[in-house]
Structure formats: C-alpha cells, structure tokens
C-alpha cells in the first residue's frame, strides 16, 4: 500500500517547508524514543514520520514523490523517463542479461534469495549533521564546552535491504575562544552512519546570542554609558563595563551626547588571540530632581550662559 507522507505528517500537499518542519517537531516531541522507552508502536511511528520527513523536507526528493507517489525511489534511479523520452538500455552481447547487469550494480543491496529489490542508495550512504548553537559573548569571548545531543537517521543493512532507524547521539564540542558568528565547527565521524557502519561529520553552528549590554560592531563591541551632564562638561573618570568586568575611562572636557569613546582591546576576543576595541557611545544624564542647592547653581550657570550668546 502506497504511503501517504503528508497525512504521516497531517500536512496538505501544498504546506511549505516551515509547515513541513513544525509539523515533523511537534510529531517527534510526542513519538521520539527517548519519550516513550519500550514502546514499539512508538518507535514505528517515529521511523515513518522521519522518513516522510527526509522526504518531503528534500525539494528534489518532494517532486520525485509527488510525481511517482511512495515508488519515488525507486523511479530515481532509472531516471524518471523525463519528458516522456523513451530510455534504451544496452546490456552488450554477454551471457548475464538484464538480471545479472543489476545483481552487479546493486552487490549488497536487498534479499538476494528472493530477486533483486532496487533500494535508494543515496539514502545508504554516510551523512553530515548539522547543529546549531548558541552562545553568550561571554563564552565567545572565553571558549567553551558544550555537550550536545541530537538525533541521525543511521542506514542499517538488513535481509529485506536498507532501511533508516533513528539514533540518539551525545558529543562534547569544544568552542574556541573568539569563533566567528556563523563560523561552522566540524567534528568528525559524527553524523549519520550510512549501511556501511561509516558515518558522516557533525557540523556544529556556532550564533552569537544576542546581548543585553553589548553590541557587535565588526570586530569591535559597542556598549553605551551614561555619563552625568557635570563630568561631560568638565571632564572626569567613568567606570564601564566590558565582557571581563568594569574598566576605568576618562572623559574629557566637553564631552557631547552621541560621542563615541574607544577603548583600545577591550572588546571581544579574536581567534587570533588578540581582543577587538571597545566602543563607548555617551549618553549625557541630567537629573531628575534637583535639591535647592544644586537649582541655585544652575539658575546661576543658565544666566552665564545667557550673558555669553
């Protein structure tokens, strides 16, 4: 019976891929095995979700289907007989035929004792994996550990042919100090196995999570600091603050709102071993309340200033 992947996955035939793909993470949470130990009805109906995943999550996998249903597959490998062209096999004057020309190309495919069964071999051969990661500047800045766990779809080789079991796999990735966001780690042997007990690589992908504070600016971090009006008018010492703690800055003598201070290798850590700058962008505080003090001086500061335009 031919395997409706869309309704496996409760999706219509025109859902898109962000469809596709909350419709499969949504299924796994409920179905994954980790979830439900034991449980073989479960397990079954994880390993038919995943598959109509890898399928309908691929778009030239996702036309294949549509165009020739659950027997994609196999069709793939013959072509398709795209357009309507006729395909002409030539077999050559041997002895062996058709059935002995594909027993030679699918070696170590299917149940032999029963005929040839013509499996997807792209689907037998080792994957990459790729994993997304998030981290603080602070541990961009430092370098880090992170344990990870994920879940491949590993090949397995059995009497009936290949077939695709999911596997749940738990690595510790170590984050240098100063990685590029977007910059992708690769850990060897990692990924998916394929029916040869080979596996892919895991390939980690490492994003800068966005900060409170700071702010990257290229290689450089940006932070604002309030600077009260008093100390930008007649200069002064400020403390701000960077990924590694607070730093003393000086502020000169009329100092404006919107200035940028830099504060040379203060910044963020590069892979090279040097730190990036740190800039200070002002942002001149008044306050709130004024005591009757501090109104009398700048009643007399307003008056200078009007005697002098």
Known sequence: MAKDFYGILGVGSRADEKEIKSAYRKLARKYHPDVNPNDKTAEAKFKEMSEAYEVLNDPEKRKMYDQFGSNWDQTQHFGGN??????????????????????????????RGGGVRFEDLESASPKDVEKAVELPLEEIDSGTKRSLTYQTMDAVRTREGISTVPNTKK?????????????????PGKGAAGASGKSGDLYVNIRW?????????????????PVPFTTAALGGEIRVPTLRGAVKMKIPEGTQGGQTLRLAGQGIARMNGARGDL????????PKKLNDAQRK?????????AATV
């Open 209 to 225: 999570a966005v900060h409170a504070m700071f702010k990257p600016v290229g290689d450089h971090l940006e932070v604002e600091v």
């Open 82 to 111: 795209p357009g309507g062209q006729d395909v002409e096999f030539n077999f050559g004057g041997g002895n062996g035929g058709f059935e002995s020309i594909f027993e030679h190309i699918f070696t170590g495919f299917g149940n």
């Open 171 to 187: 690595v510790e990735v170590k984050i240098p100090q100063g990685i590029q966001d977007g910059k992708k780690l690769r850990v």
């Open 279 to 286: 800039m200070a962008k002002i942002k001149i505080t008044v």
């Open 297 to 305: 001086l700048m009643q007399q500061l307003a008056e200078l200033e």
